[in-house]
């Protein structure tokens, strides 16, 4: 009942930066939590950020706080991942994910809808 598919990956060198886009279609509201995770090759999937569908507030792992920003736009049904000073640890596939539940998980276990990812790769 939602379908989730992201764009904006791509191939950079460390420090540059990249704009994730996440569009959301199907039956959404905006008291769901959205939000980002990645996996890299050999790698569990891990939690990037996520914005509450409750409070609102956005959620960062401590890998990537100060350097990403998560944003949403209700009206695009649309959330966003602005990344800079990318490093090659960054290097994965970014997944966007919704939550019915509207609370901000950081086990990828408890979202209920996932896109198809887009890759990031970082040279050094």
């Known amino acids: 009942q939602v379908q989730l598919v992201e764009s904006g990956g791509g191939l950079v060198q460390t420090g540059d930066s990249l704009r994730l886009s996440c569009a959301a279609s199907?039956?959404?509201?905006?008291?769901?939590?959205m939000g980002w995770f990645r996996q890299a090759p050999g790698k569990e999937r891990e939690f990037v950020t996520a914005?509450?569908?409750?409070?609102?507030?956005?959620y960062y792992a401590d890998s990537v706080k100060g350097r990403f920003t998560i944003s949403k736009d209700n009206a695009k049904k649309a959330v966003y991942l602005q990344m800079s000073s990318l490093k090659p640890e960054d290097t994965a596939v970014y997944y966007c994910?919704?939550?019915?539940?509207?609370?901000?998980?950081?086990?990828?276990?408890?979202?209920?809808?996932w896109g198809q990812g887009t890759q990031v790769s970082v040279s050094s």
């Open positions: 994910a919704l939550s019915l539940s509207g609370i901000v998980y950081y086990d990828p276990s408890r979202y209920n809808y």
């Open positions: 914005i509450s569908g409750r409070d609102k507030s956005p």
């Open positions: 199907g039956r959404t509201s905006s008291s769901y939590s």
